[in-house]
């Protein structure tokens, strides 16, 4: 090997440099394995970026555009429906032609703009690398383009960089790296130079930086030891492009509802067919085209234009729930979730840090409040606490020996600055100390900043009236051992006891809190320098802080409501272990007594992965790679499995899960693109609200198609008997055209505007692989087709008896059909509960409109003389219209009894569902 081409992922010499664990190798030993012991010269960088190629992450091999709108067509019931488009053409039923190509064009154009929209998630990541970055070359200290970057080089880190490679640090001061993109920690990362273990995850990986993460405060040098896809980034990358996104179970049902009932249409034409040679005695010619037209009026053209129109619905619905739906059919899955897995840090929490407990003279305080919100009492147990000099000191300490500010945006308050220190100035306003006003009364004479070797943080403060004192604060071991007295609730000094603090700091720690310690050290006016060697011992203890990232209030009631609706709620974090059991607790998690972390994964096969995946609730310190091994093992376990995150680390397991959720205000780009359902306000409880309305889409959906099938079962069963009796048909096929459009179109498209039915949110999810044509509806379609067939064949005849006119007979078969159908609708708006009730009998508005547009559809196709010539119909007297009204009266009668009789037993519609075979 050459100087200048060090081992990195693809050379021979190496099984890549990923494999290299460049965290647990000292600093030196990194520059000689990558033969860079000092500043690249330009010869080195041209070889290398020759070798190994740019710093950026390769560009997705994207389909075009005829590629995408090809597989849009590849559906098995557009290929019934483009069929039935050439039949009823060649029939010379135009309009049904094209009212079946209009569907058609609008169901592929819906799905080719929405997989254009789902394309771009690898064009997020890319974007999140750094554009610029400052090396160190032979020729001195230049700022150049990032993707100029090789593994080698030397690079300086500033506060608000983005760091634009892997590096390997030489050197901190003061650096906290935010990686919550990548690991879901909740706080900058303290960094060191320090060798870490071998075995050490990402997040603890303390000496590295990694890129597309922010450095938050202090600066860095480091040596660059990857670049481009062998980044940690990079390798996000590749997962997720690698990662295949899930056919949603809605698709998957209905292709296989469209291939049974096409093949059932099919094999029940031939058989008709030959029926029909054998009975009828019908020329063949024109027995042919009967049975021809019998088939697509049996096909239930209509069903995709209502799936579209109710997704979309849902859709809308879901968008003043501040939840942006990428992909229309993920509604719907939403409403067979069985299991949420939620990132921790800004989805189930605030991502706010927040003091939520002080322990002051041996005495434990907890604080109240939301986030950065200034708002919240201090408690002593149950009652509040009693202002106090101590307290008073305490909370001036956190609000003067911290460089943070809060300010206010648009309703809301940012941290500039370290989000801890931010929160101590919050919890200093809720004792009663302002930062801002009384903070002028103490200007700061010098400091002491922190530093990851002192592990403390010190500020030289003067009063207006000639008093200094000197405020530290840092790691709890620390500041205990630089203090020789803690301070009283009065403001008197008193012996310290170390151990006992020790065991306070360690029972705050068990409760997943970070903790800090406050201390003083009064000093003579007159001194105005600082220097570690001051504060190094004779401190004077004030108290210790415990600070939380802390549950949404909101996300405790929505883990609630999933769990009453049958919904096992996991989180999956790179946080640590114990925060983690912590905030799961307190948010009210089912299981917080085991929690499984990225290591321990590590070592379970698949099969043992499944079983802790489905016992577990709780996972720890993971990878991108850990959490999309959970979501399949889910999978695996039959559930349906929604994934929530924010991060770059999240999105190949939001590709990947049924119901990919991003997080729209605090979410990074590249998880935004990945996931199929972006919340505008970052609320877990708009995911309770999601599951919600995906399950009032499906019902309303299995409302529709047990609405729509029998009125082309019953219109195909009352030919078919016509045709095999040798009989007048009762409908012609142009009425029946008439029929179709009126019922599929006017009538069924009511039900997508279905609100939620009561308990909705009570049921346990449905099984995946439920079929849309099951149990309860099957038999629903063929008790109501075989209703209408009687009301269409009563029809027919009584017209006959008393006019003996086979148009008038014909017409109020056809105004006695829909008269069943108007009142059916009725009766199928609530499957499990009474229709005749004032709420069943006033409906929604748009079904009171629908009807009304059909009652006076009906008048017209009755009684105007235009639609006597178009569809051979005839005039009825006022007895003609009170029979077809009263067929449908005794149907919705009919259908209340079956639903009465149905409660009594204790068997509902989606008991029903479930338990049925199916198709």
Known sequence: MSSSEPPQSGSDESSGNRELHWHAMDADKVRSDLSATGPLTAQAVSERLSKFGHNRLPEARRRGPLARLGNQLKNFLIYVLITAAVITALLGHWVDTTVILAVVVIQTLVGFIQEGKAEQALSAIRHMLAPRAIVLRDGGQKKIDAAELVPGDTVLLEPGDRVPADIRLERCHNLKIEEAVLTGESEPVNKTTDVQPADAVLGDQLNMAFSGTMVATGTGRGVVVRTGPETEIGRISGLLQDTATLKTPLLEQIDRFARYLSLIIIVAGVVIFGGGLALSGLPLRELFMAVVGLTVAAIPEGLPAILTITLAIGVRRMASRHAVVRRMPVIETLGAVSVICSDKTGTLTRNEMMVTAAVAAGKRLDIEGEGYEPEGDIRDGSDLADGSALLDELARAAALCNDAHLERHEGTIRVAGDPMEGALKVFAQKAGFDPETDGRQWPRADEVPFDTDNRFMATLN?????????????????????????????????????????????????????????????????????????????????????????????????????????????????????????????????????????????????????????????????????????????????????????????????????????????????????ASVVLLDDNFASIAAAVREGRTVYANLKKAIAFMLPINGGESISLITALLLGLSLPISALQILWVNLVGSVILAMTLAFEPAEPGVMKRPPRPRDESLLAGFVVWRVAFVSLLFLIGIFAAWYWAMFRFDNEAMARTLAVNTLVAMEVFYLFAVRYLDTASITLRGVLGTPIVLLAVGAVILLQLLFTYLPLFHQTFGTAPLTVGALVFAGAAGVVVLLVLELETWLRRRWGKGADDSVSSGSGL
């Not at 999933?562 to 974090?573: E, F, L, Q, S």
């Not at 499984?596 to 991108?624: C, Y």
């Open 462 to 674: 003067h009063d207006h009236h000639r008093h200094g004192v000197v405020y530290v604060k840092g790691a709890p071991e620390r500041i205990l051992e630089m203090c020789t007295g803690m301070v009283t609730d009065s403001g008197d000094t008193s012996s310290l006891d170390r151990e006992a603090w020790t065991a306070v700091v360690s029972e705050l720690a068990s409760e997943g809190l970070r903790v800090l310690a406050l201390a003083r050290w009064p000093v003579d006016p007159s001194q105005n320098t600082l220097a570690v060697e001051d504060v190094e011992e004779g401190l004077e203890l004030l108290g210790l802080v415990g600070l939380l990232d802390p549950p949404r209030q909101e996300a405790i009631q929505a883990i609630q409501d999933c769990h009453d609706a049958g919904i096992r709620v996991k989180m999956i974090t790179g946080d640590h272990a114990m925060t983690a059991s912590a905030i799961g607790a307190r948010l009210g998690l089912e299981n917080t007594t085991r929690v499984i972390t990225g290591k321990e994964l590590d070592q379970l096969d698949e099969k043992e992965l499944t079983q802790v995946a489905g016992d577990v609730d709780i996972f720890a310190r993971t990878s991108p790679e850990h959490k999309l091994r959970l979501v399949e093992a889910l999978q695996a376990l039959h559930g349906v499995v929604a994934m929530t995150g924010d991060g770059v680390n999240d999105a190949p397991a939001l590709k990947r899960a049924d119901v990919g959720i991003a997080m729209g205000v605090k979410g990074s780009e590249a998880a935004r693109e990945a």
